[in-house]
């Protein structure tokens, strides 16, 4: 038999001659010498559109396997380990902006004319990012009038239109949530029994302060008061019209049956069905951090570069870029979760039937 010899050479399979011929600083023309930062300049964002593209691979795998009729198990533990693997790289990015800081302001003047009017506004791998993770156009910190895409034409911003009208991951997360069928089990309405005992903690948290010889009357007053401000907040969620007057009024994104599965999830997240769920859930509002987090650093990195001038891409700059760090984050209803948490002490118990059903049941009858 013979063997066959590969013909695929390091060089060929990464095609290097196009990636390594792909820098082309702009401050070398016009007979003008090079500016020694621009190199670095250019191999960072082409580094960041590298990952960019690793990260929508991700993403668009997750969303495959959410778009699935069942996702079973097997889809759930897919899901969270290339998620992690979209933290792992988000984490990288934050951390690159370092490098480029090693440049400075005064360098960075000596080729910024060269580039303008280009822009990272004009990314169109951060864009489909965005877009594909739920930013929705509506929801954008505009400025000039002009919405984002307008800086594509033709095929790409065909692309980023048809990707604004389809299902982003934020929707199949909440219809995934919405469809989870551990809300209403037989035997246990989670919603009902959840509503008892928060007002039973509040209640003993009230009875608590009364009982407190080391509190005078006014101090007694102002806790109570707070407990009362607190339980409003539980109210809201207890009623499912007021949840979407708040989603109405652009408060809350999540729908009210997807925030309970999500807090169902939370709560009982020790039950071996749900620790995968729970595990998803984790990574997904990392990935709504890590991002804020890259905006956060991109900010500070502006300052320091340009600090009150305006961006080559038309923006306020730094203005513009803070608005984004709070307003363009997606999963905030997830990691809101915590204010609906109640203690283990307070957590209804899961009747015998419903708690096999979460478990993995391994029977040793037949052995
Ligand atoms: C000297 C370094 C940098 C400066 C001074 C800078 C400056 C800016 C400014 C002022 C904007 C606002 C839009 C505009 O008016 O141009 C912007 C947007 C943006 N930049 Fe940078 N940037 C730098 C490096 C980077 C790097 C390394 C990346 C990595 C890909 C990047 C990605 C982006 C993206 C994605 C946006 C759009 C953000 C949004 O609209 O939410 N920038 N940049």
């Known amino acids: 038999m013979s063997k066959k010899t590969s013909s695929v050479h390091y060089n060929n399979y990464l095609d290097l001659d196009k990636i390594l ?19 670095l300049f250019i191999i960072i964002h082409q ?10 691979h991700e993403i668009t795998s997750i969303m495959t396997l959410f778009r699935k009729e069942k996702i079973d198990e097997e889809n759930v533990g897919l899901i969270v380990g290339r998620l ?3 933290n792992k790289i988000l984490e990288v990015l934050v951390k690159q902006l370092d490098i480029l800081e ?13 580039l303008s009017p280009a822009s990272g506004f004009q990314s169109h791998q951060f864009r489909q990012l965005e877009v594909m993770l739920g930013l929705k156009i509506e929801a954008r910190h505009q400025f000039g009038g002009c919405p984002y895409h307008s800086q594509f034409s033709g095929d790409k911003k065909e692309e980023i239109l048809k990707l604004e009208d389809n299902d982003s991951l934020f929707l199949l997360v909440e219809k995934w ?31 608590a302060i009364n009982d407190l010889e080391s509190l005078n009357e006014r101090e007694k007053k102002i806790r109570t008061r707070m407990i009362e401000e607190n339980k409003k907040y539980f109210e809201n969620i207890f009623n499912e019209k007021n949840h979407l007057k708040s989603i109405q009024e652009g408060y809350t994104k999540l729908s009210y049956k997807a925030t309970m599965s999500a807090l169902l999830i939370n709560l009982y997240r020790e039950e071996p069905i749900l620790q995968l769920p729970y595990k998803f859930l984790r990574e997904l509002v990392e990935v709504d951090h890590k991002i804020s987090l890259w905006r956060f650093r991109h900010v500070q990195m502006v300052e320091k570069m340009l600090g009150q001038k305006i961006g080559t891409g038309g923006s306020s700059g730094q203005g513009y870029l803070k608005q984004t760090v709070d307003q363009h984050r997606l999963f905030e209803d997830v990691a809101n979760i915590a204010t609906l948490m109640i203690s283990r002490e307070y957590l209804p118990d899961l009747p015998k039937n419903i708690k096999q059903e979460l478990g993995y049941n391994f029977s040793n009858k037949n052995i």
Do not use: C
């Open 21 to 39: 011929d792909a820098q082309h600083p702009l401050s070398n023309s016009k007979g003008n010498n090079e500016a020694h930062e621009e190199m």
């Open 47 to 56: 580094t960041y559109e590298l990952w960019f593209k690793q990260i929508i």
């Open 84 to 86: 992690e693997r979209v």
């Open 102 to 114: 090693t440049m400075t302001a005064l360098d960075f003047l000596d080729f910024r004319n060269f």
């Open 177 to 207: 949530l919405e469809r989870i069928p551990f809300l209403n089990m037989k035997d246990f309405d989670f919603i009902k029994k959840y509503k008892s005992s928060v007002l039973s903690m509040l209640k003993s948290e009230v009875t």
